[in-house]
């Protein structure tokens, strides 16, 4: 039993990052758009081109409507800019111990407590990962037009932070996997995302929350390594 919920919690960490956490489709044309809009999708173009490395401590909630149930992890986030396109890094510390990595169109769940690896090849997956991972951070602004309606829905606080608030709405409904809308509450002064919500038409909703955000700091290669020491690796059937 405790092996199952192990399971489905990493499983949804990993569609956490896939969903909601990757490299956009080329920028759209230009639309016309309002003009507050433009100015901060221009903002989001400018960070997402000088930003090449980030770290930031990560809480995800994520909320289970059909059983009221509310499950809270916490962890670590590292992104690089690699040679042959992102690569994300994510370290779950609480209630227990995963590390979940993407590179080279390739996912790699690991559990240390049972010291398995679960290897998937997402390249048959690549336009979801292509629409949905990086919108926190190093996606761009204009690029988001070509696969969502986009709103800009306020200025509120968050966590005593101001904010810019965007509200995506996936343009072809039929291939969101049931996502109705994304929230995100991007920081003004560093143009990445204090908070992601990502929502389910069934009332699920995944909330990831950003703090401790650092840009460009120096990254250790070593936390973007497919390599799991004494672990036993398991290729689940794509």
């Known amino acids: 039993m405790a092996s199952g919920r192990a399971n489905t919690t990493a499983a949804r960490w990993a569609l956490a990052v896939l969903a909601a956490v990757c490299l956009l489709p080329p920028a759209a044309r230009a639309a016309a758009i309002p003009s507050a809009l433009s100015r901060v999708l221009d903002h989001l173009d400018q960070a997402a081109a000088r930003l090449h490395h980030l770290s930031a401590a990560v809480v995800s909630t994520k909320y289970t409507a059909i059983v009221?149930?509310?499950?809270?992890?916490?962890?670590?986030?590292?992104?690089?800019?690699?040679?042959?396109?992102?690569?994300?890094?994510?370290?779950?510390?609480?209630?227990?111990?995963?590390?979940?990595?993407?590179?080279?169109?390739?996912?790699?769940?690991?559990?240390?407590?049972?010291?398995?690896?679960?290897?998937?090849?997402?390249?048959?997956?690549?336009?979801?990962?292509?629409?949905?991972?990086?919108?926190?951070?190093?996606?761009?602004?204009?690029?988001?037009?070509?696969?969502?309606?986009?709103?800009?829905?306020?200025?509120?606080?968050?966590?005593?932070?101001?904010?810019?608030?965007?509200?995506?709405?996936?343009?072809?409904?039929?291939?969101?996997?049931?996502?109705?809308?994304?929230?995100?509450?991007?920081s003004p002064q560093l143009w990445v995302a204090l908070r992601q919500q990502v929502n389910q038409v069934s009332g699920d909703y995944q909330r990831l929350d950003y703090s401790r955000i650092r840009i460009n700091p120096h990254l250790s290669g070593h936390l973007f390594s497919p390599h799991f020491h004494g672990a036993t690796i398991i290729r689940p059937q794509q």
């Open 68 to 186: 009221a149930d509310t499950s809270v992890e916490r962890g670590m986030i590292y992104y690089r800019r690699g040679k042959h396109g992102p690569q994300i890094a994510l370290d779950i510390r609480t209630p227990a111990r995963r590390e979940f990595l993407y590179r080279d169109q390739t996912g790699w769940l690991y559990q240390p407590g049972i010291h398995q690896v679960q290897e998937f090849d997402l390249r048959t997956h690549h336009a979801a990962v292509q629409r949905y991972l990086l919108l926190s951070f190093g996606g761009g602004g204009h690029a988001l037009l070509r696969s969502f309606d986009v709103r800009l829905a306020g200025r509120p606080n968050l966590r005593g932070q101001a904010t810019v608030e965007l509200v995506l709405t996936p343009k072809n409904l039929a291939d969101a996997d049931g996502i109705t809308s994304i929230e995100l509450w991007y």
